[in-house]
């Protein structure tokens, strides 16, 4: 099964990659540093951006506790972390999503409740679900009925959660679905990344687009993402911010425009060398077909009507002649003319 996001056709085996930059809400509420991040992750050559909708009080009670780094975001609940980001609502998004057209990238944001779902709707072509709301079964119902492609991450989730997520979706006649593995852990170490899941979730789900959404800290050759994609993952998603040694919420793991730049040439310069998949002489390998090869040369001069033994030839460059695997066919037969010292031995002269 294929995705269509506006337009842009992912395919489950396919070699593009369909990458997300995640703003979240690491514009600190500043519409205009908002739309610096769009016109930046555009110019690098991200495929979307995605921004984070929630009203603090619909999204965590007071009492809800942190499970971040806490020496890297220092609110003690979420509800207090989620307060300070909470500002946009409709008219922002329509903003937003009015500036991603202009600048050529697809806008999304995941919604964290029915009415920030409502709204988006009209502004994205596609929603992402986040891995806390994997079990939220009447918010995927509710998101999966706008019958748009469905991005659901998987994070700290079990193979029998995710099927009963993918069947909420698939209930409603949606089967534009893709699954993004992901640790939710922030930031993730590298040793709990896991991408050997990517293999997983593609043999569990052969009919749906695999994906990536990273938590990682970015490493500067962004190996992390370009081996997801190697892994299968047609989707990835990571965080983004526009500088990366700001403290707090999720700028410590996020990648930043330059770190975009590196990924998209990463996979320009791999999809060019991965070509085609029929193994078969290239045209741009005749010339050397033809002079790197070997053929039969004679080591001596060979005087007509002499039988040819193995001591009167050898094999050298160019290709041209009888090939050396020919060997034993031509051992034993007959000189027809006379053949001199370094030539090349053609059919015709025996």
Request: hydrophobic share 35%.
């Amino acid at each position: 099964m294929n995705l269509t996001i506006n337009g842009k056709k992912i395919t489950r085996d396919g070699q593009e990659v369909y990458l997300i930059v995640e703003a979240g809400v690491n514009h600190g509420g500043d519409i205009n540093i908002a739309k610096s991040m769009i016109r930046e992750a555009a110019e690098a050559g991200a495929d979307a951006i995605k921004f984070q909708t929630y009203k603090a009080e619909k999204l965590a009670s007071k009492n809800s506790p942190a499970y971040w780094d806490r020496t890297k975001e220092k609110s003690e609940s979420q509800y207090e972390l989620f307060k300070k980001y909470d500002s946009f609502w409709i008219e922002e998004y329509k903003v937003l999503a009015d500036y991603c057209k202009q600048c050529q990238i697809d806008f999304m944001s995941t919604p964290f409740d029915s009415d920030s779902a409502d709204f988006l709707n009209e502004l994205m072509p596609a929603f992402k679900i986040a891995s806390a709301d994997l079990t939220n079964h009447p918010f995927i119902r509710r998101i999966a009925r706008y019958q748009k492609p469905v991005i659901l991450s998987t994070g700290a989730s079990t193979l029998g959660e995710i099927d009963e997520a993918v069947r909420v979706i698939e209930d409603e006649g949606n089967s534009q679905i893709s699954l993004l593995h992901c640790v939710l852990s922030y930031p993730t170490k590298d040793e709990d990344a896991h991408i050997n899941m990517i293999k997983h979730l593609k043999n569990v789900y052969p009919q749906y687009v695999i994906g990536y959404s990273d938590h990682t800290v970015a490493d500067p050759s962004m190996m992390t993402l370009n081996t997801a994609a190697f892994l299968g993952a047609r989707i990835i998603e990571k965080h983004y911010t526009y500088d990366k040694t700001l403290e707090g919420n999720d700028h410590y793991h996020a990648m930043d425009a330059n770190d975009i730049k590196t990924f998209k040439n990463n996979m320009r310069v791999v999809n060019n060398v991965l070509g085609q998949y029929y193994k078969e002489p290239l045209k741009s390998e005749e010339q050397a077909i033809k002079y790197a090869r070997r053929s039969l040369v004679a080591t001596q001069d060979i005087a007509k009507g002499t039988i040819i033994t193995e001591e009167m030839i050898t094999w050298k460059r160019p290709g041209v002649g009888i090939s050396p695997k020919y060997l034993d066919l031509v051992i034993g037969r007959e000189a027809k003319l006379n053949i001199k010292e370094d030539d090349i031995l053609i059919w015709e002269m025996l």
